[in-house]
């Protein structure tokens, strides 16, 4: 059974950073591409970024320059380093395991940017 745990989410201030991660279990995580997707209030989920089985990353234009996403395969685990954080990247954060048409996700955690 697949299992992603999110962590690392919480309160910041705007131009502050957060490194989120996700751990995976109950999947060869080296085989499959990982995500992160965002979840606004009022607001459609939207891919933030992914980083594929072969290290290969794709971010959406509103994070370029600004988030980067890196894996470990050894620990199973993804991250999210977050720095100049605005207002608009309030949201609850989602990690994704995908792999052919089978996409699992985590439950969430909730990075808010106010001062």
């Known amino acids: 059974q697949v299992q992603l745990v999110e962590s690392g989410g919480g309160l910041v201030q705007p131009g502050g950073s957060l490194r989120l991660s996700c751990a995976a279990s109950?999947?060869?995580?080296?085989?499959?591409?990982m995500g992160w997707y965002r979840q606004a209030p009022g607001k459609q989920r939207e891919l933030v970024a992914m980083i594929t089985s072969g290290g290969s990353t794709y971010y959406v234009d509103s994070v370029k320059g600004r988030f980067t996403i890196s894996r470990d395969n050894a620990k199973n685990t993804m991250y999210l380093q977050m720095n100049s954080l605005k207002a608009e990247d309030t949201a609850v954060y989602y990690c994704t395991a995908r792999r052919s048409t089978n996409t699992s996700w985590g439950q969430g955690t909730q990075v808010t940017v106010s001062s």
């Open positions: 109950g999947i060869i995580f080296s085989m499959y591409a």
